[in-house]
């Protein structure tokens, strides 16, 4: 099946900077998503983007299909981004729900 | 909209004894899913239903029996539970059909012991 890889596994940072999250999966994908648990253990949605780039106010994420891999960028980073930040795809040619998980990046931001 | 919902929150079991997990989403949506969340780790995929009727194994199915009661609920069930199935059960629920909406939506999570 298909392997998902995150880096850094860890990341701290204190409140303002900017941070980018790396992902890169083993096959070519037709669903990608990116994933904030927060520290209450709920998981919410931030992107669905198996390509192309995508902005949500200080987040925004940019898949590149063809060299396999995505990125997560956190601009401005605030203490309630801490959490841990998941990517998941799943490989063309089977089930789109189908997903894989990477291991994560557990994010810590300091006041 | 409550979204996806799970109940219970907490249970804990002593080995070999069985329960159900339910889930049910009010978004309408298509494909529902349950994973299973272990200390330090990401999601594993345990069952899946693409639609309403059909059900089909994920990464880790051992041990659990799912049932696609109806549209709006998909419940899993531990027959015999055993210790290695502690863990945090997460359900979720996405509009699969619709391209450029698959975002899967998750439900509170329900945190497992089995003793």
């Known amino acids: 099946g298909i392997q998902v890889e995150q880096s850094p596994p860890d990341l701290i940072l204190q409140e303002g900077a900017n941070s980018t999250l790396r992902c890169n999966f083993s096959d070519s994908v037709n669903n990608l998503q990116w994933f904030h648990q927060n520290p209450w253990g709920q998981l919410i949605n931030l992107f669905y983007?198996?390509?192309g780039t995508k902005q949500n106010g200080r987040l925004s994420a940019t898949t590149v299909a063809t060299e396999r891999y995505s990125l997560l960028y956190i601009s401005s980073s605030q203490t309630t981004d801490s959490g841990v930040y998941f990517c998941a795809a799943n490989a063309g040619g089977t089930s789109y729900g189908k997903l894989t998980f990477g291991q994560g990046t557990i994010l810590t931001v300091h006041p | 909209n409550a979204g996806v919902t799970q109940t219970p929150k907490f249970q804990v079991l002593k080995t070999g004894q069985s329960m159900t997990l339910q889930c049910a989403q009010d978004m309408n949506h298509n494909s529902m899913y349950w994973y299973r969340q272990d200390p330090g780790m990401g999601l594993r995929l345990i069952y899946y239903?693409?639609?309403?009727?059909?059900?089909d194994k994920g990464e880790v199915p051992n041990g659990y029996n799912v049932s696609r009661l109806n549209k709006r609920e998909f419940s899993l069930r531990l027959e015999s539970a055993a210790p290695s199935q502690t863990s945090v059960y997460f359900c979720?629920?996405?509009?699969?059909?619709?391209?450029?909406?698959?975002?899967?939506?998750f439900g509170p999570g329900t945190r497992l012991t089995v003793l």
């Open positions: 239903s693409a639609s309403e009727g059909t059900t």
């Open positions: 983007i198996p390509s």
């Open positions: 979720a629920s996405s509009d699969s059909l619709a391209v450029g909406r698959r975002t899967q939506y």
